[in-house]
């Protein structure tokens, strides 16, 4: 007696085709990906694993993914991953050093989470992706940024930098020297302004030095401008010259 199968048949047609959708997403995903037990050993790693560290991903099961962190941040990444394991995970992605298969290391952004899948069975599932070009600009940008202050430091003539709103963005060392006032001596200001600035209502936006009056300026609000010049009198810097802008809401 015949028995008919047809369902079964579409099931296991349906799960192969299934399988064949995923696997080939995974083919051609940018994005590096393993899975691992709780002691980050390998058990699967995705094609894409060849094109970015020049492993087969054959050749990386078994062996521990923490072999492939560079050991300046192993233990970032180990504190990461047994965050994850426990579910108590806090950080959304992190930029670690991985060695390829020459032995050179590169930037990448790395992403874990505890992946439970259907029969019960869980894994770490972690992607990464290649960030070298992105922390090499990053860099170079950083470090464009530190030689202009240092020649801008080392200038005799003061510079000073503000954006549309008159807020200064660069003041060189000759320039805080010609107004009599250092950088330091700015930002300690405004700190303990900002430190008892709750004390009478008052918020400091922002405080900057004006190079055409040599004076140093900041930006609040406040109920009055007599509780702007309590705040500064407490804080250790009085001063009687307050304008008072109202505003009005409708």
């Known amino acids: 007696m015949g028995k008919d199968i047809?369902?079964?048949?579409?099931?296991?047609?349906?799960?192969?085709?299934?399988?064949?959708?995923?696997?080939?997403?995974?083919?051609?995903?940018?994005?590096?990906?393993?899975?691992?037990?709780?002691?980050?050993?390998?058990?699967?790693?995705?094609?894409?694993?060849?094109?970015?560290?020049?492993?087969?991903?054959?050749c990386i099961l078994g062996r521990n993914?923490?072999?492939?962190?560079?050991?300046?941040?192993?233990?970032?990444?180990?504190?990461?991953?047994?965050?994850?394991?426990?579910?108590?995970?806090?950080?959304?992605?992190?930029?670690?050093?991985?060695?390829?298969?020459?032995?050179?290391?590169?930037?990448?952004?790395?992403?874990?989470?505890?992946?439970?899948?259907?029969?019960?069975l869980q894994s770490m599932v972690i992607y990464f992706a290649d960030d070298s070009r992105r922390k090499k600009a990053e860099d170079k940008l950083r470090e464009s940024e530190e030689l202009i202050r240092h020649l801008l430091d080392n200038m005799k003539t003061g510079?000073?930098?503000?954006?549309?709103?008159?807020?200064?963005?660069?003041?060189?060392?000759?320039?805080?020297?010609?107004?009599?006032?250092?950088?330091?001596?700015?930002?300690?200001?405004?700190?303990?302004?900002l430190a008892i600035e709750g004390h009478e209502g008052v918020h400091f936006e922002h405080a900057w030095l004006d190079p055409e009056s040599g004076k140093a300026f900041c930006l609040s609000t406040g109920p009055s401008k007599e509780a702007v010049m309590r705040v500064h009198e407490q804080a250790g810097h009085p001063t009687a010259e307050i304008y008072e802008l109202p505003i009005e809401v409708d």
């Open 65 to 120: 993914v923490f072999e492939f962190v560079h050991p300046d941040d192993l233990g970032l990444a180990k504190q990461a991953f047994d965050m994850e394991v426990k579910a108590d995970s806090r950080l959304d992605y992190l930029l670690l050093r991985l060695k390829n298969a020459d032995g050179k290391w590169f930037w990448c952004n790395v992403r874990g989470h505890k992946l439970s899948i259907d029969n019960g």
């Open 159 to 193: 510079v000073i930098m503000q954006d549309v709103m008159s807020e200064m963005l660069i003041c060189n060392k000759a320039a805080y020297d010609l107004m009599g006032v250092t950088e330091a001596q700015l930002k300690e200001a405004h700190m303990r302004d």
């Open 6 to 58: 047809t369902e079964r048949k579409l099931a296991e047609d349906k799960l192969v085709s299934s399988e064949a959708f995923y696997r080939n997403l995974i083919t051609h995903a940018l994005d590096g990906i393993v899975l691992t037990d709780d002691d980050g050993v390998i058990s699967f790693s995705s094609p894409s694993i060849e094109r970015l560290i020049g492993h087969c991903p054959d």
